[in-house]
């Protein structure tokens, strides 16, 4: 099959060929780039205007068009450009849960030639004024959670510049100067067109804010260029499986297309479950969906009972979120009773999936199959994929990178390492055109994170014979036991092997005598039950005796999760340790 998926990647990338690839010089190194890449993000919405009166989001039990969404994204980029002249050069931050208003205003900034600023929407009033005072925009459009946090900071933020703010969905007070929503978006009145606007692929297309383990967030400053190559890559990715597929045994592709044509509803449907300020959702959901004129699907606040609710209703057809989400679905009740047919992908990023729940994936879904993806902020994106037969068969693997990045391992004080060795270990650095530009009014921290070009991921892998990468740990997110190197996600793998367990974080417990030991926070199945001998039963067979936890906590609450549904281990380990 790998040779078949060799094959594949050298006839799509080949000359001519649909995802060709050419060199081109940015930022002062040669990189691979796709030849027939649209110049633009704005380019990308001109080519979905198309879709018309096809549906394009659902919130709820709100549902618009793309001819719908088109109107108000023209109307509010004239508005931004002939009342507070933004275009090329400027930014516009948004704050707002994953409301349709995000989505307008995300396609409106992006034709006027300016960049976005995806505003975290958990952060506080003094995080929101951080935020706000580094990217400096000319406008914030807010709603009414994040308007109550960021009105009291506004005459701070003001001090040395303007920030107009554009309120949606609230009817609290503004300061004078200060949109509402409806007042400025027509769709009955927009022009025909977008505003005019000059934008190079280099350019800001996004501003999205990392959370290092200190200090303020880093804004990511993602390119068009970036953004662009990021939604080729994830095309590729799946022709190019397919494609193998087909040439390793044409019989059951086509008789495993067939069933799921058979069951297919008549627009693919995305279901985005993580915010819009992150590049899963964003870059990896949104920017996909509408390209191909599908149908995306966004909850007000993630439930796994009114997902499930969702995909029943509204035919969904991927479903990619955290891998926590895709376990409490498949352990909800409702799972049983309601009509999950149509889906055809259910998987995600974020964090690896246990090789358990690609499993329990692939049970559940007789039509689809279990995908992953690897990738950061700073890649605009995917990293790499894995799905399909490649998936089952390498289920810890995230698999092979993408046809627009380099990839190498480094040692800790930097040095390559070899390449020919499939069980060499060392941090992952990726160079291309997916790579950030830098860190927004941070040049020290650009320089430290991308050397030369190559973008330090900060995550230990491997990659081995076939070109598949395994990623064994962050690198700040291991356990070092009396000079041992324990990796969380290792553990964790294990653990979740035991059919009582619901969700599980290991971390770090200080220790006099090995300077780290090993702790795991453990919430169960609900009417399961199971001990600290029962979970060290299960775990003896599976792992090293020095990598079983030593410190064991049974929660009755779900983990805390921060906004992209990932578990908050910090939190969870100071909670744990100040309460014993």
């Given at each position: 099959?790998?040779e078949?998926?060799r094959?594949?990647?050298a006839?799509?990338?080949a000359e001519?060929?649909q ?7 940015v ?23 198309g ?20 109107a108000?994204?023209?109307s509010?980029?004239?508005h ?9 050069g ?31 929407a958990?952060w506080t009033?003094?995080?929101m ?13 807010a709603d009414?959670?994040?308007?109550e946090r ?10 040395d ?23 400025i ?15 190079d ?41 397919k494609m ?5 045994d044409?019989e ?39 390209l ?22 509204e ?31 259910m ?19 007789p039509?689809?199959a279990p995908?992953?993806?690897?990738g ?45 060795d ?7 650095c ?7 530009k ?20 900060g ?37 979740y ?8 974080a ?17 919430v ?54 100040s309460?014993?």
């Amino acid at each position: 099959m790998i040779e078949h998926l060799r094959a594949a990647r050298a006839e799509l990338t080949a000359e001519g060929s649909q995802f060709a690839l050419t060199k081109a010089e940015v930022l002062g190194h040669e990189i691979d780039v796709f030849a027939q890449a649209p110049p633009s993000m704005r380019f990308v919405w001109e080519l979905a205007t198309g879709y018309g009166d096809a549906t394009y989001v659902v919130f709820e039990d709100e549902s618009y068009t793309y001819a719908e969404i088109d109107a108000r994204v023209r109307s509010l980029a004239h508005h931004l450009r002939d009342a507070h002249g933004v275009g090329s050069g400027d930014r516009v931050a948004i704050a707002m849960r994953n409301y349709p208003e995000w989505i307008v205003s995300y396609w409106a900034v992006l034709a006027t030639g300016a960049a976005v600023v995806g505003m975290n929407a958990w952060w506080t009033s003094q995080e929101m004024a951080y935020g706000l005072s580094d990217s400096r925009p000319k406008v914030l459009i807010a709603d009414d959670e994040r308007l109550e946090r960021v009105i009291p900071e506004l005459d701070g933020l003001r001090a040395d510049g303007s920030l107009h703010v554009i309120s949606v969905r609230s009817d609290r007070e503004l300061p004078d100067d200060a949109s509402r929503w409806d007042d400025i978006v027509d769709p009955a009145a927009a022009p025909d067109g977008l505003p005019e606007a000059t934008i190079d692929p280099e350019d800001d297309a996004c501003i999205f804010y990392t959370s290092g383990t200190t200090g303020f967030p880093k804004g990511a400053q993602l390119t068009n260029r970036g953004c662009v190559s990021n939604l080729m890559n994830l095309a590729f990715m799946t022709t190019a499986m397919k494609m193998a597929e087909a040439k390793a045994d044409p019989e059951a592709a086509a008789a495993a297309e067939a069933a799921v044509a058979e069951k297919a509803p008549p627009q693919t449907a995305f279901m985005a479950p993580t915010p819009l300020f992150h590049v899963t959702a964003n870059n990896c959901l949104l920017h996909p969906a509408t390209l191909t004129g599908s149908k995306i699907v966004f909850t007000y606040k993630w439930d796994a009972a009114r997902a499930i609710e969702l995909i029943e209703r509204e035919r969904v057809t991927n479903f990619s979120g955290v891998p926590t989400m895709s376990r409490e679905m498949l352990l909800h009740p409702d799972w049983e009773t309601r009509d999950t047919s149509s889906l055809q992908g259910m998987g995600g990023g974020g964090a690896p999936l246990q090789p358990d729940l690609v499993e329990k994936i692939d049970e559940n879904l007789p039509t689809g199959a279990p995908s992953t993806g690897y990738g950061l902020t700073e890649t605009c994106g995917i990293v790499t994929a894995n799905g399909s037969a490649f998936y089952m068969a390498k289920p810890s693997s995230c698999g092979p990178i993408v046809p627009t990045l380099q990839a190498k391992l480094i040692d800790e004080l930097g040095n390559d390492l070899p390449d020919d060795d499939p069980n060499v270990t060392g941090e992952l650095c990726v160079k291309g055109a997916v790579v950030i530009k830098g860190y927004l009014n941070k040049p020290e921290a650009t320089a430290e994170a991308l050397p030369e070009r190559w973008f330090r991921t900060g995550d230990i892998a491997r990659i081995d014979e076939d070109g598949f990468v395994f990623i064994v740990d962050r690198a700040k997110d291991m356990v070092l036991r009396g000079g041992e190197n324990i990796y969380c996600s290792e553990v964790e793998a294990a653990i979740y092997k035991h059919p009582a367990v619901a969700e599980a974080a290991v971390f770090s417990v200080p220790d006099d005598r090995l300077g780290e030991d090993v702790g795991a926070a453990i919430v169960l199945v609900d009417g399961e039950s199971l001990d600290d001998a029962g979970l060290r039963a299960h775990l003896e067979p599976l792992l090293a005796k020095f990598k079983i936890p030593n410190h064991v906590w049974f929660l009755d609450e779900p983990l805390p999760q921060n906004a992209n549904g990932k578990f908050v281990k910090r939190t969870l380990q100071e909670q744990l340790l100040s309460s014993d």
